[in-house]
Nanobody, 122 residues
Framework: QVQLVESGGGLVQAGGSLRLSCAAS????????VGWYRQAPGKQRELVAS???????NYTDSVKGRATISRDSAKNTVYLQIDSLKPEDTAVYYC????????????????WGQGTQVTVSS
């Protein structure tokens, strides 16, 4: 019954900002780790940011200093804010849950959203 729905993507000029949302049903985000991934055409899906049940946060190097992952327990929603967007941020962004943290960081879980497109123009 787990369902994740991403929203907030769109077309933005370089230097702009977006706030992506991942709303969950059938699972409680406050009790689970959540990861944001992205995939551009012809490229592998990569982990962008993650937050553990305890609030541990990690970012990939390419978005450090520009991205903020956060959780609103009351809304059962996790957000990914990206500032100073660059063309290389263009991708479909997915949220994932059901994973956990190991010594390697966030380990992908079984549940995915449908994705939301982010396009950054130069």
């Amino acid at each position: 019954q787990v369902q994740l729905v991403e929203s907030g993507g769109g077309l933005v000029q370089a230097g702009g900002s977006l706030r992506l949302s991942c709303a969950a049903s059938g699972i409680t985000f406050s009790a689970n780790a959540v990861g944001w991934y992205r995939q551009a055409p012809g490229k592998q899906r990569e982990l962008v940011a993650s937050i553990s049940r305890a609030g541990l946060i990690n970012y990939t190097d390419s978005v450090k200093g520009r991205a903020t992952i956060s959780r609103d327990s009351a809304k059962n929603t996790v957000y990914l804010q990206i500032d100073s967007l660059k063309p290389e941020d263009t991708a479909v962004y997915y949220c994932n849950t059901g994973g956990y943290y190991s010594y390697r960081g966030y380990v992908t879980g079984d549940y995915w959203g449908q994705g939301t497109q982010v396009t950054v123009s130069s």
